[in-house]
Nanobody, 124 residues
């Protein structure tokens, strides 16, 4: 059993930046692909991006390309979602999800473990 915890959310002005963190309680994410999703009120959960188990390969949904970056720390304890040039439409609850697979993408069903989410609000 893996417990994932997101942190780093908050209120930020348009154009600002935030870095979200995903950590596995009591372990590492070394053997996991880790995805990020977000959900705004009244809308479907949306895939944001993923970092694959191979350690270096990432891909992101078109709406965040060039603004968001996913990375791992060197000990692979945490996976980060660095968000820049934030827009009001980025406002959502952000979730991380993990699976022991070398291949994972946009489908929620691919992931076995989910965090509880962290709120990101972009507003002036």
């Amino acid at each position: 059993q893996v417990q994932l915890v997101e942190s780093g959310g908050g209120l930020v002005q348009p154009g600002g930046s935030l870095r979200l963190s995903c950590a596995a309680s009591g372990g590492t994410l070394r053997y996991y692909s880790v995805g990020w999703f977000r959900q705004a009120p009244g809308k479907e959960r949306e895939f944001v991006g993923v970092i694959l188990r191979n350690g270096g390969t990432t891909f992101h949904t078109d709406s965040v390309k060039g603004r968001f970056t996913i990375s791992r720390d060197v000990a692979q304890i945490r996976v980060y979602l660095q968000m820049t040039s934030l827009k009001p439409e980025d406002t959502a609850v952000y979730y991380c999800a993990a699976v022991q697979s070398y291949s994972a993408g946009r489908l929620e069903s691919a992931y076995d473990y989910w965090g509880q989410g962290t709120q990101v609000t972009v507003s002036s």
